[in-house]
């Protein structure tokens, strides 16, 4: 926004971290009409929907290198958010630097410790010492305010676009199929079919506390034919004995098959809640 421009709150997607962040990135690719607005953490970005401040939340769940983010399973079941919508972005990495300089002159690349060892050979090959930052588009933000020439940042494409850098190295991560899924929540619960590759259903559910109770649950899902693309397990309530599963399916609860799997899973758990009803991202594949 320029200085004076007030923010539109209904055309407005929050995100945690700095501008130029990998969040902020899948912000842009998947509604680049709206404006996006960085929160400092989780429970920030949740909560300026809560507010009204923001009409949605990007929020990533896991990567496909290093899986589950940490804490974000816990955050959603309170939240009173729905899931409305899915993204996954490519971590594509480059090292950016001050314009105006040449590669032989990086002697350190700083960022996240996550992007650091994602670019351990390219910054073997080059003799370039890694040095450890807050997160990535601060990485990028401190390289271009210090004005240190032989200090580059291994960020987004749109972090050096944001504060100025020269990339001078493009996708130089390890691995070629790196790729983190967020989901996407409002207000309000959207159950509407919509898209053309099909809805996933989202949920957590605390089993009863009877024999094989988990494994009669998921018998209903085998069952009626559905597909089940996610299960996870976490404590809650900093109790060993407390377990609380989320999961992904494919499907809308009013088909058929899916709504005589939730009614089974429904006589085994204590607590069930949806989460969200939303169009299946083609990515998936």
């Known amino acids: ?10 055309n407005t997607i929050a995100f945690q971290g ?7 990135q899948a912000c842009r690719d998947t509604y680049p009409e709206m404006q996006a607005m960085p929160c400092r953490t989780f429970e920030d970005a949740i909560e300026a929907v809560r507010n009204g401040a923001a009409r949605l939340a990007m929020l990533p769940v896991e990567n496909s290198t290093f899986g589950r983010v940490a804490d974000i399973h816990h955050l ?26 040449p590669l032989t002159d990086i002697r350190q690349a700083m960022s996240h410790t996550m992007l650091l ?11 370039i010492a890694r040095v450890t930052g807050a997160d990535t588009a601060g ?12 200090t580059a940042a291994l960020a987004s494409p749109l972090a050096g676009e944001i504060y100025g850098l020269q990339p001078l190295a493009n996708e130089i991560e390890d691995e070629g199929n790196n790729t983190t899924r967020f989901i ?7 159950f509407t079919r919509r898209g053309d590759d099909g809805m996933i259903t989202s949920f957590v559910f605390q089993v009863r506390n009877i024999p094989a109770a988990l494994y009669k649950a998921m018998g209903g899902f085998a069952t009626n ?24 399916i ?8 899916v709504a005589l799997a939730l009614e089974e899973l429904r006589y085994f758990t204590s607590q069930l809640k949806i989460l969200g009803v939303y169009p299946r991202d083609p990515n998936r594949d």
């Open 117 to 127: 060892g994602q670019c351990r050979a390219f910054l073997e090959k080059h003799g």
């Open 225 to 248: 034919g559905v597909n089940m693309t996610k299960l996870e397990s976490y404590m809650v309530g900093g109790s060993f004995s407390a377990t609380q599963f989320y999961a992904d």
């Open 139 to 150: 990485s990028a933000r401190q390289v271009a305010e210090d004005g240190e020439r032989t």
């Open 184 to 190: 996407v929540m409002a207000r309000e619960p959207d």
């Open 76 to 101: 959603l079941p309170g939240s009173g958010l729905h899931i409305i919508d899915e993204a996954f972005v490519r971590v594509h990495i480059s090292l950016l630097a001050l314009p105006g300089t």
């Open 18 to 24: 700095e501008l130029g962040a990998y969040s902020h």
């Open 250 to 257: 494919d499907g809308h609860p009013d088909d058929p098959n």
């Open 1 to 10: 926004m320029t200085p004076g421009q007030t923010q539109d709150t209904t």
